[in-house]
């Protein structure tokens, strides 16, 4: 048993020190900004950002009073909220990544999922601009489509079967002229209305494919639980924002449906993880069986 501990330490310890050098890129590239952030600032900058979580009304009152209001209280709590998943989401999907990277594959993962993703986010993005919402109720979709774009690369490098060059032409052709549209804001109102109601359709597809892999494998393969976790947690604290600063049930029924999707694949690492010991014990077990059939054809 002793053996084993230490064997099974020694290959944590050695996943870590594989992933340090990241790491270590993430967390000098984090103190660079903060760092940048605090020189930048002035005075007047810094009380914009905390009157940007503080409404300007209950930030004199709270000053002048010391009082806060249920309603001022709801709507501190909301930009918090908002303010915290943004800066959350620029590295959600980041140990997906860095679990990619390290272990050299993308096995048990969707790679139509992330395309699907990627819709969805930049159609969020060109709707919400397009009608005006505060960019603390969607700006976590921006950095998100960056990171899942990583993924995609990533996912077309080290997947098994390998991604056809007329697929990767196709995708990077579609969301080329995608981009294009809403950055020249060519998009029709019309549009824009049918696309919140077909970004329901394709969260969905872009969330089933991988909870259908998870169920045939009875695995999460190569999925992150720290990402899918901060996925989960993301689209709950939106439900919450978006009652509070935004009037739009079309946007509220895409967090719910992603809260949902995204629990069901976070309860599938507590479902399927008894599933590695399982195959270890069936991958263990034929290796014995022939060993005692030769022992008993020497003895005789």
Known sequence: MCIRDRVSTQSTWGKFMGLRYPLLVLIGFFLVAVQ??????????????????????????????????????????????????????????????????????????????????????????????????????YGENAFMFFQSTILVFLCWSFSKGGVSIVEKITVLGGFGAMITLIALNLVPDRIYTMMAILSLVLLIMARLPQILINMKHKSTGQLSIITCFLNFAGCLARIFTTLREVSDVLVLATHLTGAALNGIIFLHFFIYKPAKGADAKTKTSPKKSPTKKTETKKER
């Open 36 to 137: 940048t952030f605090a020189k930048a600032t002035t005075e007047a900058q810094k009380e914009k950002l905390i009157l940007f979580v503080i409404p300007e009304r209950c930030f004199e009152a709270f000053i002048s009073e010391y009082k806060i209001s249920t309603e001022c209280l709801t709507i501190t709590i909301s930009k918090g909220l908002s303010l915290g998943i943004i800066v959350g989401s620029l590295l959600v999907k980041v140990p997906q990544i860095l679990k990619i990277w390290s272990n050299k594959s993308a096995e048990g993962i969707s790679i139509s999922s992330f395309y699907w993703e990627l819709v969805v986010y930049l159609l969020s993005c060109g709707y919400n601009i397009r009608y005006g919402n505060p960019f603390s109720t």
